[in-house]
């Protein structure tokens, strides 16, 4: 039975797939979502996409000559970091701060662990967070979508709540706003309920990938109709995000009348629903959170990272300095993946063990 086993680096696919066959796949689901960038904010997206994944192929090629490695351009591994960075970057961000994104995640989030399969952490978000802590204002630098102003100014630095719904989407991002009511006690299920419908279709401010709810999920629904991914992570990531955002929101509800609450007296926490179509939420939870490399390998492991970067996302969203904990939920997660593969261990070949 043994010799029939092939020992190898992941992803490993259950079915008779090809590492480019499922990378082709996922570069489909993200075509609804590049399409919807490329609508709401023209030119700059496309051209930050295209830069993002000609950079990525380029820094793989040039690993591999320096390695002495066969080209891995052909499993299009590359094509989809560069795709999946682009759609977590600012339309504004200049196209030189792109490249050395690009070059990050691929020479470090990738190459330097030895290649596809062999990362610990997604590539994407490694380049992400590295752009985010060594770039902040360029990296927090938005613009109105080209159906809102057609000269995509930026959006306005004040975060004030005015009557005209048209307003509320040319100010601060959706997540930017949710945080400083937070801070500053303000409306925040006010600005929710009227920027909802803005969330599902992309007319609002923020990273490429993030703003149309709707693009994104018939991506989503694209791979688990193909069955390129499965349903538990995406499940226990929107699940857990919905149920720990829905906790604060349903106790300021109640007691915010209570002088005692001081940190739950102001109505400032938006609904649940308003966290899983705003940021980057649904991008994480079927593009990101889904990589086969970086996720573990068995369905109840697999439970236990979604409801993880779930719980972080919402932490960091909720209680942290961040607007958005997308990026720092995966890589914290994809750190415990090994110790989750531990816990969560496969049934051997040719069963369990009979203990006599």
């Known amino acids: 039975m043994l010799k029939d086993i092939t020992v190898s680096f992941s992803p490993h696919i259950s079915k008779p797939l090809s590492t480019r066959s499922v990378m082709v796949d ?9 399409a919807a960038a490329g609508y709401y904010f023209r030119m700059r997206a496309l051209i930050l996409i295209a830069t993002c994944v000609i950079a990525c192929a380029a820094t793989e090629w040039v690993c591999n000559l320096i390695r002495k490695k066969p080209c891995s351009l052909g499993d299009f591994s590359a094509v989809v970091t560069g795709i999946i960075l682009a759609l977590s970057l600012p339309p504004r961000l200049p196209i030189w701060t792109a490249v050395v994104g690009s070059v990050f995640c691929i020479a470090i989030g990738k190459m330097v662990f030895g290649g596809l399969g062999a990362n610990i952490f997604n590539p994407a978000m490694v380049g992400r967070t590295f752009l985010a802590v060594s770039f902040g204002a360029l990296m927090t630098t938005w613009t109105v979508p080209a159906t809102l102003d057609a000269n995509m100014s930026k959006v306005a630095p004040e975060n004030i709540l005015v009557s005209d719904r048209s307003e509320f989407r040319t100010q601060a991002t959706p997540l930017a706003w949710s945080k400083m009511a937070i801070k500053n006690k ?4 006010t600005y929710s309920e009227a920027n909802f419908r803005g969330t599902i279709t992309g007319e609002v401010g923020g990273c490429l990938g993030e703003t149309s709810a709707i693009a994104l999920l018939i991506g989503g629904i694209y791979l688990l109709i193909r069955r390129t991914i499965n349903f538990h992570i995406p499940l226990a990531v929107l699940i857990s995000a919905f149920i720990f955002g829905a906790i604060p929101y349903a106790l300021d509800s109640e007691i915010h009348t209570e002088p ?10 938006v609904q649940p629903f308003f966290h899983l179509t705003s940021g980057g939420l649904l991008l994480c939870a079927f593009f990101i959170a889904t990589d086969p490399v970086t996720a573990p390998l068995t369905r109840r492991g697999m439970w236990i990272f979604g409801i993880g970067v779930g719980f972080l996302t919402m932490l960091i969203r909720i209680v942290g300095g961040y607007p958005e904990g997308v990026m720092f939920s995966i890589l914290l997660m994809n750190g415990v993946t090994p110790l989750i593969d531990r816990l969560c261990k496969r049934i051997p070949a040719g069963g369990k063990p009979v203990v006599s």
């Not at 996922?26 to 590049?34: F, R, S, T």
């Not at 303000?186 to 299920?189: H, I, S």
């Not at 005692?260 to 926490?269: E, K, M, Q, V």
């Open 26 to 34: 996922v570069i489909i689901g993200l075509a609804p979502a590049m």
């Open 186 to 189: 303000l409306g925040a299920d």
């Open 260 to 269: 005692t609450f001081a940190i739950l007296d102001s109505g400032r926490y």
